[in-house]
C-alpha cells in the first residue's frame, strides 16, 4: 500500500460525510429557496469536486491542484451554513460562499499549470479579491441585511439579519454596495472566460484540447450567471422565472466544471507523453543520423584504403606481369629457345600467383571466405587460432546460419573486440566468445581477463561496433574495469538463410 492511500481514504470518507451531512440539511431548511433541489445540487457537487480531487491528486506527478480541488469541494459545503436560521451561522455561510467563489476563480483561472502565471491572470485574481474584500467588508460593517446572492444562496422569504452591523448605512450606498459585489463576480467570471479562450487559442493541438472542455463551461457558467444577474436587477421580485431558469443552467455548467478540469488533465498527460515521445525520437533520428554519418565515413575510408591497397600491391605486381608478358611476346618472336620460353612463363606463373594472393589478402580484409562458406563460428574460430592471445569459441558448434548482414555485422564485431583484447588486456589475458541463439535472435559476449580501461579511454572502435551492429538492428554493451577486464556483449536478430543461399559470392579460389 502507498503512502498516500491512507489520506485519499480519509479524505474521500470525510468528503462523502460533508456532502450527506449538507444534503440532508440544505432540504430540511425553512430558510432557502427551492431546498431539496438546492440540498440535492449540492451534494453532488461537493462529490464531483472532491472526487476529482482525489483522483487529480493520485494521478498528476504533483499533487498541489489535487489538493485544491478537493478543498474547493469542501470549501463548497461549508457554503450549507446558509440554511440555517441563526443569523451568525447563516452570515458565515455567506462568507464561505465568498472564500468558495475565490477558490473556484483561483482553481480556473491557475488550470492547467497549478499555479497563477505572471500577467493578466495573476492580476485578475488579485483584483477580483481586493474588490470581493473590499465590498463584503464594507457591506459585514454597515449593511442590515447581505446581499441576496444567486440561485442556492436566496431565501426563501427575508433572509436572517446581518449581526456583525456595526455602522448603518444610507440605502443607497448599501444597495450600491451590493449591485457592486454582484456585478464584480460575473464580470470577473466573464474576464476569465475571455483569458481562458485567449489561451487557447494561442495553442494548437493536444495543447489547446486540455481547454476546451474547461473554457465551453466556463463560459456557459459566466454568461448564463451574468444574464440571471441582469434580469434579477431588471425585473426586481416581480418576475423571477427567467433568472432562475438561467441560473440553473449556469449551476449545471459549474457541476460540470471539475469533470471538464479532469478531461483537461487527462488530455495534458497524453501531449505530455506525446511530447516526450517526440523529444525521444528526435534523439534517435539525432543518433541514426550520426550513425549513418559515422558508417559512411568508415565506408569511405575503407573505400580509399583498398584504392591505396590496391595500387601499392595488387596493380603493380600485374602491371609488372604484362610488361613482362610483352616482353616475353617479343622473346619469343626474336627466336628465343624453347627452355628459356619455359623458365620465362614459370617465373611469370610465379608472379601471378603472387599477384592472386595479394588480391586474396586485400578480399579477406573485406569479407572473411570461410565466413562466406562455413559461417560466424567457424570464422571466428579461425581468427582464434591466428590470435596473439588464448581465444576460446564457446556455442557455436550448433550456430545456424543466418543472413550475410547479419554474419558479417557480428563477425567484424567480435573481429574488433578480440583484436581490442589482443592489444590491449595483457599478455598473459585469456579471451572467451560465447555464441548463443534463441528465438532467432543471437546473443554474443567477448570476454577477457585482462587489464581493462576506463570510459573515458574508449576509443572509435568500440563506436564502430556499436554501429555495425545497429546497422541489422541489435544493440552492443561494453563493460570494463582498470584490473578487471573488459566485456563486450550484446545481441541482434539471427534470421535463418534460405537453404540454398550462398550469400556474398566469395570466390577467389
Known sequence: MSSTQPIVALVAAAGAATAAVSGVLVSRSDVLASPQANGAYRAVTIVSWIGVGLLTWRLRARPRYGLLLALTGF??????????????????????????????????????????????????????????????????????????????????????????????????????????????????????????????????????????????????FALTISTSTALRSISGDDDLRPALALGWVGLLAALALPYALLIGQARGRLFTRAARLADRNSALEAELRASRARLYAAGAHER???????????????????????????????????????????????????????????????????L?????????????????????????????????????????????????????????AHVTVRLDCASETLAFSVEDDGAGFSRAAAGTGLTSMRDRVAAVGGEVVVVSERGRGTVVSGSAPWPARPAGDRGFAASAE
Not at 337 to 356: C, F, I, K
Open 75 to 220: 470549501a463548497f459545503g461549508a457554503t450549507s451554513l446558509l440554511a440555517a436560521s441563526d443569523p451568525a451561522v447563516f452570515t458565515l455561510g455567506r462568507v464561505a460562499w465568498l472564500c468558495f467563489a475565490l477558490m473556484l476563480m483561483y482553481v480556473v483561472l491557475s488550470f492547467p499549470d497549478e499555479r497563477l502565471q505572471p500577467g493578466a491572470a495573476r492580476l485578475l485574481f488579485r483584483a477580483f479579491v481586493a474588490g470581493t474584500a473590499s465590498l463584503w467588508t464594507v457591506l459585514l460593517i454597515g449593511a442590515a441585511e447581505l446581499p441576496t446572492g444567486a440561485v442556492l444562496t436566496r431565501c426563501a422569504e427575508a433572509c436572517p439579519e446581518n449581526p456583525f452591523q456595526l455602522v448603518a448605512l444610507p440605502d443607497a450606498a448599501a444597495t450600491a454596495a451590493d449591485q457592486c459585489a454582484t456585478y464584480l463576480t460575473s464580470a470577473t467570471l466573464i474576464a476569465a472566460a475571455v483569458l481562458l479562450g485567449r489561451r487557447a487559442v494561442r495553442l494548437s493541438g493536444l495543447e489547446r484540447a486540455m481547454l476546451v472542455a474547461p473554457l465551453a463551461c466556463l463560459v456557459v
Open 304 to 370: 580509399r584504403r583498398l584504392e591505396r591497397d590496391l595500387h601499392d600491391s595488387a596493380q603493380n605486381r600485374l602491371v609488372a606481369l604484362r610488361v613482362k608478358l610483352r616482353l616475353a611476346s617479343e622473346g619469343a618472336a626474336d627466336g628465343a629457345t624453347r627452355a628459356e620460353l619455359s623458365h620465362t612463363l614459370e617465373a611469370l606463373g610465379e608472379e601471378a600467383q603472387d599477384a592472386l594472393d595479394a588480391v586474396r589478402a586485400i578480399a579477406h580484409g573485406i569479407y572473411s571466405p570461410v
Open 372 to 428: 562466406t562458406m562455413r559461417g560466424l563460428a567457424a570464422a571466428l574460430e579461425v581468427e582464434a587460432d591466428g590470435a596473439a592471445l588464448p581465444v576460446r569459441i564457446v556455442g557455436g558448434a550448433q550456430l545456424p546460419r543466418s543472413s550475410p548482414d547479419a554474419e558479417s555485422a557480428l563477425y567484424f564485431c567480435c573481429l574488433e573486440a578480440i583484436q581490442n583484447a589482443c592489444k590491449h588486456a595483457g599478455l598473459n
